[in-house]
């Protein structure tokens, strides 16, 4: 059923125009920039997106600009985890693991991920209870159950891309919020 999902959501998430995915970034910043968790992290980690994810670079953009310390995912593919790292510009991303801009490690030095504020994640499919279907990899997930502080995990997707229910697994870890375009989903009340 997951992968009956993933494919079904990719399909029609791979298909938008390029004015879709720039209105649905400028639309999610905006929630974004009016939302009190946001406005007073001071450690964001930020994806940086990959075939027609939300996209993240206004965002990136608007932290940097704004004093804030962006951190961004480095995929660690020998052990499925992710490091993250913190960066001064967009222009420390390089092309990485499975096609994605990713920090260049060796540049960069690890960041304390206990030190997080909020962390901005991506997926394919959600459910309104913060349930999340990625690539199926794991990464996010193992990451996550790492960590210690109770950090926000907010998920940013399109409308289509949050179901009522998905199906899930114990190991699986939730979001705490979800941003749309058109609206910012508290997961933790539908549980």
Do not use: C
């Amino acid at each position: 059923m997951k992968n009956k999902l993933r494919k079904e959501i990719l399909a029609i998430r791979d298909e938008l125009n390029y004015n879709t995915v720039m209105d649905a970034e400028q639309k999610i910043l905006e929630q974004l920039t009016r939302w009190d968790p946001y406005n007073s992290a001071e450690y964001v980690m930020v994806y940086a997106d990959f075939r027609n994810e939300i996209r993240t670079h206004g965002i990136m953009q608007h932290l940097l600009s704004n004093k804030k310390k962006l951190i961004v995912p480095l995929t660690q593919k020998e052990n499925i985890d992710i490091l993250p790292i913190q960066i001064q510009s967009l222009n420390d991303l390089t092309p990485g693991h499975f096609g994605l801009s990713e920090p260049n490690a060796k540049i960069n030095q690890p960041f304390d991920s206990e030190l997080l504020d909020l962390i901005l994640i991506p997926g394919i499919v959600f459910d309104l209870s913060g349930n999340r279907i990625g690539f199926g990899k794991g990464y996010y997930d193992h990451f996550l159950s790492h960590l210690k502080n109770e950090i926000p995990y907010v998920a940013l997707a399109y409308d289509f891309q949050v179901l009522d229910v998905i199906p899930h697994e114990k190991h699986d870890i939730q979001m705490d919020h979800i941003l749309t375009p058109t609206r910012i989903i508290n997961a933790k009340d539908n549980r």
